[in-house]
């Protein structure tokens, strides 16, 4: 006999009413408490998710000690990473200036172009036109061009400054990330509880498991593989003597990351080379096929590095990743990744019962008979 529940009264009614209220207005006022923070906390987050192994491998050498073993390695990534930006960043100020000084007392001229440059594909002619223009009249040209010029600054002036925000964002993300690596196992903890109350004992391990193993995922397939990519193709441009070779490398390594052919920075590389280039034909020759294969070493990094060790087919990641980038940026490829990752796996988890329920009625069928 089932038992009847009495009605709500509408003190009862009321009361739950008021509470629900109160609850969803801390929710909103703690969120926009945290949304400043949020970028840098997700940030620090997928850090400290990919650094995690390394860091436990650590602290094992140092005697179990987490706090050092943090201090190590964000040290060594500010180092390694905030040095060669600094350099950078000081160079590109300094040509800055000096083009600024230069065009305001009037030495700034350009050089007129070699023959060379009218023999580039599709484009040679137009640079070939625009570039004799500029160096015969330099004043003229800024004037005649000058909505264009205003247009491509301030394009430019707005990378620059994404550029420069998003490093110093990632490095005080990097300090966050040592912070949380130090406490770890607690964080772990937590987020394993939580994951357990939301999708209950038996999901919520699996759950936890998946969106780690998937965030690591993405870190080595997406980012590891276009820094070793920016990497092998920066040696190949400066032994090849390729003028600006750190900022070709940049480029690539930006290009990678928003999952873009490194082809499109090595072809018109290729192309001053054989116009304009002061190596042997032979030399040549050899730097075209090793910016060739390395400008499709991704084409094999990927399928090896993302999707490893994750439950989830690879282009599920891969997709994720790059639909979650186009909805919400640069994290979004860790966020769109996960998600994903996790709604596969439910819906596979899904379908894989009802299989298994339609099975077993048959065979009970059968057997009846």
């Known amino acids: 006999m089932n038992k009847q529940t009495d009605p709500l009264t509408n003190e009862q009614f009321m009361d739950g009413l008021i509470r629900t209220g109160l609850v969803m ?198 980012l590891g593989v276009a820094l070793i990519q920016s990497l092998l193709l920066g040696i190949g441009f400066i032994f090849a003597g390729v003028p600006a070779p750190g900022i070709l490398a940049l480029l690539v390594l930006v290009l990678g990351i928003l999952q873009l052919p490194a082809l499109l920075v090595t072809i018109p590389v290729l192309i001053w080379m054989w116009g304009s280039g002061d190596a042997s034909t032979a030399m040549n020759a050899i730097w075209t096929v090793y910016l060739v294969i390395t400008g499709l070493s991704d084409n094999v990094l990927k399928p090896i590095l993302l999707g490893r060790g994750v439950d989830a087919p690879m282009p599920i990641i891969l997709i994720g990743a790059l639909g979650g980038m186009v909805a919400s940026g640069f994290t979004g490829l860790f966020i769109g990744a996960v998600l994903l990752a996790v709604g596969y796996q439910i819906f596979m988890q899904w379908v894989s019962t009802d299989i298994n329920e339609t099975t077993e009625s048959t065979d009970a069928l059968e057997a009846g008979e």
């Open 25 to 222: 207005m801390l929710v909103v006022a703690c969120f926009q408490v945290f949304s400043p923070f949020l970028n840098l906390m997700l940030w620090a987050l997928i850090l400290s998710v990919t650094l995690y192994p390394m860091h436990q491998k650590l602290a094992g050498k140092m005697g179990g000690n987490n706090g050092r073993a943090s201090t190590l390695m964000v040290l060594v990534g500010l180092v390694l990473l905030g040095w060669p930006f600094i350099i950078l960043a000081a160079s590109v100020v300094d040509q800055l200036t000096g083009l600024y000084e230069a065009y305001h007392t009037g030495s700034f001229a350009l050089p007129l172009p070699e023959q060379k440059v009218m023999e580039w594909p599709l484009i040679g002619q137009t640079v070939y036109d625009g570039w004799a223009a500029a160096s015969a009249d330099l004043p003229d040209f800024i004037k005649a061009n000058k909505a264009t010029i205003e247009t491509l600054l301030g394009k430019g002036l707005l990378v620059a400054k994404s550029a420069v925000s998003g490093m110093f964002l990632f490095f005080a993300a990097l300090v966050v990330a040592g912070i949380i690596m130090a406490y770890g196992v607690g964080g772990s903890k937590a987020i394993y509880a939580i994951l357990v109350r939301i999708a209950g004992e038996k999901q919520g391990p699996k759950v936890h498991n998946l969106a780690t193993m998937t965030t690591r995922s993405v870190a080595v397939g997406v």
